[in-house]
Nanobody
């Protein structure tokens, strides 16, 4: 059973920073695509960023503010979030894609940006 455990969420003021972590219960490899998604209240879950090997992709609204990275030796995925905006508020989920047929989700960590 693959488990993904997110942490690092919290309450932060606009303009602040947070760093999310996602630890996998299994080894991760460069050819696995991993990603961060978020879901705001009343909205659908949306992609924030993905990384395969060293190749990262971001949704337009976070590009230049967020950085996704991975440490395979620690089975950990990160999301550094800077210059946070109120619209970044939501539950953030980690996803691991072991293949086109097999993917796993974490339980989510809440990020609230508010003054």
């Amino acid at each position: 059973q693959v488990q993904l455990v997110e942490s690092g969420g919290g309450l932060v003021q606009p303009g602040g920073s947070l760093r999310l972590s996602c630890v996998a219960s299994v080894p991760i490899f460069d050819f696995y695509t991993m990603g961060w998604y978020r879901q705001a209240p009343g909205k659908q879950r949306e992609l924030v960023a993905t990384i395969t090997g060293d190749t990262a992709n971001y949704t337009d609204s976070v590009r230049g503010r967020f950085t996704i990275s991975r440490d395979n030796a620690k089975n950990t995925l990160y999301l550094q979030m800077n210059s946070l905006k109120i619209d970044d508020t939501g539950a953030y989920y980690c996803k691991l894609e072991r293949s086109v047929f097999t993917s796993y989700w974490g339980q989510g960590t809440q990020v609230t940006v508010s003054s």
